[in-house]
Structure formats: structure tokens, C-alpha cells
């Protein structure tokens, strides 16, 4: 009897996976996702005077009021917030359909998002 309930306690112990390792691990393959297919519109300029098109339009939108990049904005960390956009389109950017990013993905990237706005925030 004893020894069972020692076995279980062990084993219930040893696979017991720490919630933070899958977050960390989310979170990294959202800034990959984030960096294949929305970088290329949505990142810091590399180089100064360098124009990209959604921190452009982004700017414009809020007058600066909010973040012009998409990933330092805690409001698009949540999926539902974000996923109204990326599914919908907005104004200058298609809609973004499952084929191409697909909802495992985008919950990553918000899981990035939130994480990397929290870092970036002033
Ligand atoms: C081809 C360029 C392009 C790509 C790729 C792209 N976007 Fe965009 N995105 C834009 C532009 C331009 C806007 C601004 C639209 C406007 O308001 O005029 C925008 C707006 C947005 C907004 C709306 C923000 C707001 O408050 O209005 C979100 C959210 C967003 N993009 C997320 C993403 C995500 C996530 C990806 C990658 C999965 C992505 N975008 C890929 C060009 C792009």
C-alpha cells in the first residue's frame, strides 16, 4: 500500500512538465512565426530613413497614442483582439487566412506579443 502511493507520487511527480517550459517554448516559436510573416511589414525600420508600410499607416491610425509596432502593443497580446484583425484585414493589410498562418500559430504569436509588449513597455 505504502509503496504504492510512494511509486504514484513519484511518477505523478516526474511528469509533471512545469507550465512556464511550454510557455517559453510558445513564446519563441511566436516571435518566429511573428518574424516569417509579419515582420517584414511590421518591424523597426533596419536602417534609418528606411519607410515600412504598417508602422506608416500604424503612426497615421493613433497619432501615436499606441505603439506603431504591432509586437510592443500589450492589447494585440490577446488572441481574440488579434485574431479580429489578422482574419478580418484592416484597411491597408488582406486578411490573413489559416493556410497561411494557422491558429496554433497565431496563439503563439500573441503569446510573443504579450510577452515581448511587457518587456517594451515605458
Ligand atoms: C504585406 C504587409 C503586411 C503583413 C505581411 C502583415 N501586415 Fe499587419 N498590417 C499591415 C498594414 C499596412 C497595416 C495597417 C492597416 C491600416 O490601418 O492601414 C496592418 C495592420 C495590422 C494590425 C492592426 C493594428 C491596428 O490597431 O489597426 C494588426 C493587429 C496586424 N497588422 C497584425 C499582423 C500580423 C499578426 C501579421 C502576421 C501574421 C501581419 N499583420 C502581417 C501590413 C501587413
Known sequence: ?????????????????????????????????YERHCAYCHRRPAVEGELLVAPMALKLKYKGTLSPYIDERSDLGNLDVLRGFVRTGVAGMLPIRKTEVSEAELRAIAAYIATNAKATAR
Open 1 to 33: 500500500m505504502l509503496r504504492s502511493i510512494v511509486v504514484s507520487l513519484v511518477i505523478g511527480v516526474g511528469v509533471q512538465v512545469p507550465a512556464y517550459a511550454q510557455d517559453a517554448a510558445t513564446v519563441k516559436n511566436g516571435k518566429a512565426v
